[in-house]
């Protein structure tokens, strides 16, 4: 299985304490994830995040309708907190999200680990296809990140 890594660092100019409150609201990632994915969090409300909430979501990845299951394994009020794929397109998704505190605002950090299923072909799909995207999402939410918090 071959695991890939995505990382990206962002400096957000608002406060830590503003920062991870707009991340730890799960309906702010349908905000942050670009309108392409028709991304929806299928879990009612109210979300309390924690160790072992378990979210649900649909979206339509290349048009086609997808549902995913994660769940907070880690969580570090304040300081970050790793979201880990139970379910869904890949055959392992970890999401590391780091908070840290500055003078002139927070730096946001994400760690994702993920492999995709299907052995070679998984391969060729990631590099002919996977990996671009991932980027343009990524991008899409340092966007949206910025516009809204600074």
């Keep these: 299985m071959n695991v890939h890594v995505l990382e990206r660092e962002q400096l957000v100019a608002a406060p830590l304490a503003d920062v991870f409150s707009f991340f730890a609201q799960a309906r702010n990632l349908e905000r942050i994830t670009p309108p392409w994915l028709r991304f929806r969090v299928l879990t009612p409300e109210p979300i309390q995040m924690a160790a072992g909430t378990v979210i649900r979501y649909r979206l339509s990845l290349r048009g086609v309708p997808l549902r995913w299951t994660s769940r907070i394994d880690e969580w570090e009020e304040g300081r970050g907190f790793v979201d880990r794929q139970v379910s869904g397109p890949y055959r392992t998704w970890i999401h590391r999200h780091e908070f840290v505190p500055l003078a002139d605002g927070t730096v946001v950090r994400d ?40």
């Excluded at 590099?127 to 991008?139: P, S």
């Design 111 to 150: 760690s994702v680990r993920y492999a995709l299923p299907a052995g070679r072909l998984g391969s060729i799909v990631h590099a002919a296809v996977v990996r671009r995207d991932l980027e343009r999402i990524f991008d899409y939410r340092s966007d949206v990140v910025r516009e809204v918090l600074g």
